[in-house]
């Protein structure tokens, strides 16, 4: 019974963790679109969490955790889109900058 | 011996991965202190990031992983790092147009 509610409480946990935080990569695309502009954002962020994400990937397949799973490639996923967002809006920017 | 090498190779990639999300936003932190802006970056990735981090906190407690807990505790701190500086030139930013 103990064991019941705690794994209960870990997939609560699990679930409401995982869509926080696919919920703010979510909001920084969002805003990122908005105002086609991303270059306050480090790309180094994009790039070191993603390999962290990777890792906690292979983590998750090791210990058969579909939570840590499931929230990592999503992460991934996100996380590439604002790095490829930010690639490009870079790239804009500068090509208007030597327009003028 | 199996089960040795599997906690090592978990060791290793916990450790890793921890290592990897702190240096992405110790980049971030980095960055804004230079530029002294942070107005691409979404508020919102913050606090959901950090909400999710909390919860992961919880979870780490529970099955008592020392990696899950001391990354997620150090990622708390650096993500309201870049939220409080964020606030601050935000703010720095608004007052010098007014000033225009």
Redesign the interface.
């Known amino acids: 019974m103990t064991i019941q509610i705690?794994e209960t409480?870990?997939n609560i946990?699990?679930i409401?963790?995982?869509?926080?935080?696919l919920?703010?990569?979510i909001?920084?695309i969002?805003?990122?679109y908005k105002?086609k502009?991303?270059?306050?954002?480090?790309r180094?962020?994009?790039?070191?969490?993603s390999?962290?994400?990777i890792?906690?990937l292979?983590?998750g397949i090791?210990?058969e955790d579909i939570y840590i799973i499931g929230t990592n490639i999503s992460a991934i996923f996100l996380m590439m889109t604002v790095f490829f967002m930010k690639r490009r809006y870079d790239k804009a920017s500068r090509m208007n900058f030597r327009k003028i």
């Open positions: 705690d409480l870990l946990l699990g409401t963790a995982g869509v926080l935080i919920s703010g990569w909001e920084q969002i805003k990122g105002t502009s991303l270059k306050d954002v480090s180094y962020l994009m790039i070191f969490i390999g962290g994400s890792l906690w292979a983590y090791i210990v």
